[in-house]
Nanobody
Framework: QVQLVESGGGLVQAGGSLRLSCAASGGTFRSYVVGWFRQAPGKERAFVAG???????WHADSVKGRFTISRDNAKNTVYLQMNSLKPEDTAVYYC?????????????????WGQGTQVTVSS
């Protein structure tokens, strides 16, 4: 059973930066696909970025060039560096994990979820 804990959310002005962390425990972290999702009020949970198979990454078009996912397998931690933040990035951000080596972009592709961290970007 994998436990995920997100941290690093907060309130930031448009154009600012935040770095989210997702700390994992209870599994062989390096063999897991990890994804970041976000959910704004009244909207469905949406894929933001994913990391899999020893260094492969993918970012949604809406964040490409602004957000970067990375992972430190020695620390069992995945990060989401968010730069040039916009008010439309405001959401609860979740990390999710599943065993394997192929990326999934649907919430139903993932077995384990963190509790979420709020990111609010003011204009």
């Amino acid at each position: 059973q994998v436990q995920l804990v997100e941290s690093g959310g907060g309130l930031v002005q448009a154009g600012g930066s935040l770095r989210l962390s997702c700390a994992a425990s209870g599994g062989t972290f390096r063999s897991y696909v990890v994804g970041w999702f976000r959910q704004a009020p009244g909207k469905e949970r949406a894929f933001v970025a994913g990391s899999w198979d020893y260094g492969h990454t993918w970012h949604a078009d809406s964040v490409k060039g602004r957000f970067t996912i990375s992972r430190d397998n020695a620390k069992n931690t995945v990060y989401l560096q968010m730069n040039s933040l916009k008010p439309e990035d405001t959401a609860v951000y979740y990390c999710a994990a599943r065993p394997g080596f192929t990326l999934g972009i649907r919430p139903s592709d993932y077995n384990y979820w963190g509790q979420g961290t709020q990111v609010t970007v003011s204009s």
